[in-house]
């Protein structure tokens, strides 16, 4: 396409003897977004680092406004007009905003940093894209949905003609992708290409002018918008028709398996009391910061309760380490696989067996055949996509990596099992073989407690929900009585302890017309 911004064509990528992308084609247009999406692996990450130069193709061309170019590294990109969002963000925690916002270019006079015109030049940046962040603050101290928007600013100022967003809301609350979601529109109608990878079917439906789908590191498809349905677009990623995404079904319920009453943090978050039974997915719900994932931990022995007891199975329980609640015969997959799952530089084999270790040692020394077995028959289940057992982990997608997370737990056969946001930046397919492992195993009789961000999740596949509000728990919902209306409407506070079955019958009605 002549008046293309960007043209990339029959670009391939091999890892030893695998082919992460074979002969294939994306264009951009200015003024436009293309939303590029396919399963974990089916080879997006891998295309847009050979764009921002982390990567050298194979074969190939790459072409910016008809000139063919080379891309030696993500330097070199920059000064192409490439800039790239990652889902972890490349900022420096402990530097300030002003700092990270000049990063390689610091105004100096004399040659001593002028941190006048650092901080002016900084409150200018961040104009230009209409966000009001203190620039003397440490970036790590910020929320997620700023530290996104300090990227973003950079590469703005940067003149980026091509921005890449990977996974940008993932982490973020409504309000933040609300805000993301505006921004990224008014990049495009400014002019800028911007490439867009997400899972969430209804952010690529409000963006995007054009979709184009990768699977298993070949071109499937591209279409405007307007031409394709999100399920022929879910079809095309998967290569079959998935169905009914949501797996809720043959759960037989049984006693209470945990039991939690009056546990506080003693900082903000409880007491609060919640009860999991054999074969059920308890959803808890709520806002970023409503206190969810605290909770968790404490569970878990992660992080101190302050006060309250604990019981399993009936049975009184001290949960002081993580140790404590293994043994105990709890899980949990944390919502931040990289920082607190995974052990990046060890193998898909010692990741998996890492929490099941005595049961596969004697005297010290590790039962190697045995471990090899148990782990292959986990990961095949789980459909763990992988060259050996031997991978390192940090090498896989992101969603083969949480099915490792869960493998891991799997080999311990739980009692109990903590998943907070167990399908975060994880590809449609994916979340649909998690749905299916949580309904198996609560069919076995785990008690599961699901925490997710994602409503028609959680509506979709949990027995029970409770709504979660500044550390405190505000309402529970049978999950055939929940809608996403009246779950946020107590999730922000709209809602509150006086509201009376009528009153929510009417609310419902209003917000549906």
Known sequence: MTDSLLAMNGVTKRFGGVTALNDVHFDLLPGEIHALMGENGAGKSTLMKILSGVYTPDAGSIRILGEAVTISG?????????????????????????????????????????????????????ARIGADIPVDMPVGRLSVGMQQMVEIA???????????????????????????????????DSGMGLIYISHRMEEVWRLANRITVFRDGAWVSTTTREEATPAQIVNRMVGRNIGNLYVNEDRIIGEPVLTAAGITDGRGVGPVDLTIRSGEVLGL???????????????????????????????????????????AGIGLVPESRKEQALFLDMSIRDNTVMSSLPEYSVAGVMKLRAIATAVRKQTEGLKVRNSSLGQSVASLSG????????????????????????????DIGAKQEIYRLINELAKSGVGILLISSDLPEALGISDRIIVARNGRFVKEFSGTSASEHMVMMWATGVARGDVTADTESQVEKEQQA
């Open 285 to 327: 719900v709520g806002l970023i910061g409503a206190g969810r994932t605290e909770v968790a931990r404490m569970l878990f022995g992660a992080d101190p309760m302050d006060s309250g007891e604990v019981t399993l199975a009936g049975k009184d329980v001290r949960i002081r380490s993580p140790r404590d609640a293994i043994a």
């Open 399 to 426: 969603g083969n990596q949480q099915k490792v997370v869960l493998a891991r737990w799997l080999m311990m056969a739980p009692r109990v099992l903590i998943l907070d946001e167990p399908t975060r930046g994880v």
């Open 154 to 188: 950079r590469a703005v100022a940067e003149d980026a003609k091509i921005l890449i967003l990977d996974e940008p809301t993932a982490a973020l609350s409504r309000g933040e992708t609300e805000r993301l979601l505006d921004l990224v529109e008014e990049m495009r």
């Open 74 to 126: 993500p330097a070199d990109a920059l000064t192409k007009g490439v800039a790239i969002i990652h889902q972890e963000l490349n900022n420096i925690p402990h530097m300030t905003v002003a700092e990270n916002l000049a990063l390689g270019n610091e105004p100096s006079r004399g040659g001593v940093l002028n941190r006048g015109e650092l901080r002016r030049q900084a409150r200018e940046k961040l």
